[in-house]
């Protein structure tokens, strides 16, 4: 006869997925990788250039920000001052990839040579065709993946809360034209 206390037991962890498990590794080793580099430069020039080189990334990287900003809120303005029931002009290739040069600017404003390389290579045009198709492919298969509804579903369920703390269905009251206000919506029972 035993009379320890029993170890209570609980339900299964849900797994981790793998981004969350191996992002943070993967970032660690970029992080290793990119003061090894900087180290190795420093070592084979001097000190002085690789404070060059990452001068004239971030200035590079904000120089393209800005203008890819720029672009974008030109954009902007010449769509918010269309005439109301005209059609949108054709979209123009000056008018897409500001997000991806962008992401450009920002690598190259972040230290580092191999982010520098990534963020140059951001703004060529070819591999910006390339990164945009592979983005929209990947949004295009997670929404496929994701259901049919998932988020209508969540809106529909949507429940009102009484003062009292009932919990309430919600549903839609519609305007019938030629009705009395009183008649359109019925007073509430308290």
């Not at 954009?75 to 123009?92: F, M, S, V, Y």
């Not at 509804?149 to 034209?177: C, H, N, Y």
Request: glycine fraction near 10%; charge should be positive; hydrophobic fraction near 45%.
């Amino acid at each position: 006869m035993t009379t320890g206390a029993q170890t209570p037991s609980y339900p299964a962890r849900p797994r981790r997925s793998r981004l969350r498990t191996f992002l943070p590794l993967g970032i660690a080793a970029w992080l290793v990788l990119e003061v090894w580099l900087l180290s190795v430069v420093a070592g084979a020039s001097s000190g002085l250039v690789v404070f060059l080189l990452l001068i004239a990334g971030f200035v590079l990287g904000s120089v393209v920000i800005k203008r890819a900003g720029r672009r974008a809120l030109r954009n902007l303005t010449e769509t918010l001052q269309q005439q109301p029931g005209a059609t949108p002009p054709a979209a123009r290739p000056d008018s897409e990839g500001n997000g991806l040069m962008m992401l450009g600017g920002v690598l190259l404003m972040i230290p580092g040579l191999i982010s520098d390389t990534a963020g140059v290579l951001l703004l060529l045009p070819p591999v910006q065709k390339a990164a945009r198709r592979t983005a929209e492919r990947t949004v295009e298969r997670r929404l496929r993946q994701a259901g049919p509804g998932t988020l209508g579903d969540a809106f529909r369920q949507a429940r009102m809360r009484r003062p009292d703390g009932k919990v309430v269905q919600g549903e839609v009251v519609r305007d019938e034209p030629g009705a009395a206000p009183s008649e359109q919506y019925p007073p509430l029972n308290r």
